[in-house]
């Protein structure tokens, strides 16, 4: 947990040159699972089933939005986990 945390720091400290890879690793490492579409990647939080992103399944460097929204759907996550929120269905 610590790398992954590591991780999301320095995502939010710059937007900027990340890749679907390193989301795939951010996602996966709290615990988000993937899906595979056609274009994208959707990844969903099985405890808290609303929490779910879109990544496009680009080989390059993604827009910043896509980590913002990585940066953003975490927090909300670590905050339900910290309230012991059961997750919804």
């Known amino acids: 947990?610590?790398?992954a945390?590591?991780?999301l720091e320095r995502m939010r400290r710059t937007r900027w040159g990340w890749t679907a890879s390193d989301l795939d690793r951010l996602y996966r490492s709290f615990g988000f699972e993937m899906d595979e579409?056609?274009?994208?990647?959707?990844y969903i939080h099985p405890r808290h089933t609303d929490l779910r992103a879109t990544v496009s399944r680009s080989?390059?460097?993604?827009?910043?939005g896509y980590a913002q929204n990585a940066v953003s759907l975490i927090g909300t996550l670590m905050e339900r986990e910290e309230r012991g929120d059961?997750?919804?269905v």
Do not use: D, I, N, Y
Not at 59 to 64: N, R
């Open 1 to 3: 947990m610590a790398e």
């Open 86 to 88: 059961a997750g919804s």
């Open 5 to 7: 945390m590591r991780l």
């Open 37 to 42: 579409g056609s274009k994208h990647r959707v």
């Open 59 to 64: 080989s390059g460097t993604l827009g910043p």
